[in-house]
């Protein structure tokens, strides 16, 4: 009877075995399938972290490209030649193939005494440019004439600090900061 005992543990213990292996290969199914689902998460995630990365770099590096540069001398023009009436100078394209909405540009001004924003502008497009397209927009190869009226509170005299600001609708700014010379004349070239 003891023999026959050990001989139906021996054969419980057997197909124990067997239990045992389809067990663990059900639980390493199971962690398989939970890493396949908890990684296709983290790649999702990923991925879309990643495209608004891209998104968010492109978009900066269209505001830091230099859309505008100044591309003459700056005048200074005087009527009375007691102080600053008008800054003008020419504007091109930094980057070829870009455009500019020359009705978008803001212009500010600002002085050790004024600070005024969306000053008195006028854009136009220099004589010796072929307009390419619409007359408002600064395409490749163009030059437009900025001529800027410094605000009548201003007064500027010899020997003092003045800026001027362009802020185009997409692009970094332009900044102009010049210093009148001891004499005013009609016009000067502000170095």
């Not at 890493?35 to 269209?62: N, P």
């Not at 003008?88 to 455009?99: D, H, K, M």
């Not at 004439?145 to 605000?151: L, R, S």
């Given at each position: 009877m003891y023999e026959k005992f050990v001989k139906v543990l021996r054969h419980l213990h057997r197909a124990q075995k067997g239990m045992t292996g389809l067990e663990t290969a059900i639980i390493l199914i199971a962690f398989?399938?939970?890493?396949?689902?908890?990684?296709?998460?983290?790649?999702?995630?990923?991925?879309?972290?990643?495209?608004?990365?891209?998104?968010?770099?492109?978009?900066?590096?269209?505001?830091a490209e230099g859309g505008l540069e100044v591309s003459s001398d700056v005048l200074?023009?005087?009527?009375?030649?007691?102080?600053?009436?008008?800054?003008?100078?020419?504007?091109?394209?930094?980057?070829?193939?870009?455009?500019?909405?020359?009705?978008a540009i803001v212009v500010n001004y600002w002085d050790k005494d004024v600070h005024a924003e969306g000053c008195d502008v006028?854009?136009?497009?220099?004589?010796?440019s072929i307009e390419r397209g619409s007359a408002a927009m600064l395409e490749n190869d163009e030059l437009f004439?900025?001529?800027?009226?410094?605000?009548a509170s201003a007064n500027v005299v010899a020997y003092e600090d003045f800026t001027v600001q362009l802020l185009p609708p997409t692009g970094n700014?332009?900044?102009?900061?010049?210093?009148?010379?001891?004499?005013?004349?009609?016009?000067?070239?502000l170095k």
């Open positions: 398989v399938t939970v890493a396949s689902v908890l990684a296709y998460s983290v790649l999702s995630a990923g991925i879309f972290s990643a495209e608004e990365g891209k998104e968010t770099v492109y978009k900066g590096l269209e505001q200074g023009l005087s009527t009375n030649q007691t102080k600053l009436d008008t800054v003008q100078f020419f504007i091109g394209l930094a980057i070829p193939n870009e455009v500019v909405d020359t009705n006028a854009l136009e497009i220099a004589s010796d004439k900025v001529t800027v009226t410094v605000p700014s332009v900044t102009i900061s010049r210093s009148l010379p001891g004499s005013l004349l009609k016009v000067m070239d």
